[in-house]
């Protein structure tokens, strides 16, 4: 029986920087039956522009959004932070704007939009992805994966049915790695402390791979872990997910914000 079709969301800072991440979804998925499209009109979700409060800018984001994903099953995403843009700040914007054929667009798309764990373990209905990646890791919790989106557990249970994983609880795992797209920008002192807390606690773990399921917050840990030059790779969860164990893993050290 065939599977669902699911248009890969692949995210402007993925497309950009990290293409390993979709290119690992849409491995994942295909290997789970679906049948996987990546509609080449769609473009950045219009966070930067809503986090800032340039929301008339954000508007065509918005609009090339529906237009893009309107006709799939399924939009996913990997990435919780983007998700969570397009589910909790296209409404607002949409209301804003006060056009009710937008609403219903938006609210028509929004409704499909889901971030890979959840896609995997709500629609799918599986955990365990017949991935094998023999390594110990440690799992950070992105605050828009945890908060907005509000992934839960489905990530931490989908590693801990990794074959060969070895998964190690992250202390403070709920406290934010100090990223926050233009926070990082704007309080650039805080935002380095904050992520020299969150290093320390995934030091202090003495796992090989930090793994979260957005690569803009391992970008900023991945940058200062680089600096110190401990031996700790960040890794998407998708990336580890796809991993199999006929196959090697042959980007690990720039396969989520490894450089900087």
Request: proline share 5%; net charge negative.
């Given at each position: 029986?065939?599977?669902?079709?699911?248009?890969?969301?692949?995210?402007?800072?993925?497309?950009?920087?990290?293409?390993?991440?979709?290119?690992?979804?849409?491995?994942?998925?295909?290997?789970?039956?679906?049948?996987?499209?990546?509609?080449?009109?769609?473009?950045?979700?219009?966070?930067?522009?809503?986090?800032?409060?340039?929301?008339?800018?954000?508007?065509?984001s918005v609009r090339n959004f529906v237009d893009t994903f309107?006709?799939?099953?399924?939009?996913?995403?990997?990435?919780?932070?983007?998700?969570?843009?397009?589910?909790?700040?296209?409404?607002?914007?949409?209301?804003?704007?006060?056009?009710?054929?937008?609403?219903?667009?938006?609210?028509?798309?929004?409704?499909?939009?889901?971030?890979?764990?959840?896609?995997?373990?709500?629609?799918?209905?599986?955990?365990?992805?017949?991935?094998?990646?023999?390594?110990?890791?440690?799992?950070?919790?992105?605050?828009?994966?945890?908060?907005v989106t509000k992934v839960g557990d489905r990530p931490y249970?989908?590693?801990?049915?990794?074959?060969?994983?070895?998964?190690?609880?992250?202390?403070?795992?709920?406290?934010?790695?100090?990223?926050?797209?233009?926070?990082?920008?704007?309080?650039?002192?805080?935002?380095?402390?904050?992520?020299?807390?969150?290093?320390?606690?995934?030091?202090?773990?003495?796992?090989?791979?930090?793994?979260?399921?957005?690569?803009?917050?391992?970008?900023?840990?991945?940058?200062?872990?680089?600096?110190?030059?401990?031996?700790?790779?960040?890794?998407?969860?998708?990336?580890?997910?796809?991993?199999?164990?006929?196959?090697?893993?042959?980007?690990?050290?720039?396969?989520?914000?490894?450089?900087?």
């Amino acid at each position: 029986m065939a599977g669902p079709t699911v248009a890969l969301f692949a995210t402007c800072v993925n497309d950009t920087m990290f293409p390993e991440t979709p290119k690992a979804t849409l491995r994942l998925l295909e290997r789970l039956g679906c049948t996987v499209e990546f509609p080449l009109q769609q473009s950045c979700c219009g966070q930067p522009f809503t986090n800032t409060g340039y929301y008339a800018e954000a508007m065509g984001s918005v609009r090339n959004f529906v237009d893009t994903f309107a006709d799939y099953d399924y939009v996913v995403g990997p990435s919780g932070s983007c998700v969570g843009s397009v589910r909790d700040q296209h409404p607002l914007l949409a209301h804003e704007r006060g056009d009710a054929a937008l609403r219903d667009g938006v609210a028509k798309v929004v409704a499909k939009t889901l971030d890979l764990s959840e896609f995997l373990v709500d629609v799918l209905g599986v955990t365990d992805v017949g991935a094998y990646f023999p390594h110990t890791v440690t799992y950070h919790s992105t605050c828009h994966s945890l908060r907005v989106t509000k992934v839960g557990d489905r990530p931490y249970r989908l590693l801990q049915a990794v074959k060969g994983l070895t998964l190690v609880d992250l202390p403070g795992n709920r406290e934010c790695c100090g990223f926050g797209g233009t926070f990082a920008v704007k309080n650039p002192d805080v935002s380095v402390a904050m992520g020299a807390d969150k290093v320390r606690a995934i030091l202090d773990t003495r796992a090989e791979y930090v793994v979260a399921g957005d690569n803009s917050c391992l970008l900023h840990i991945g940058g200062l872990l680089s600096r110190m030059r401990v031996g700790v790779t960040p890794i998407h969860l998708a990336e580890v997910l796809a991993h199999t164990e006929d196959a090697a893993l042959e980007t690990a050290p720039a396969a989520s914000g490894g450089a900087a």
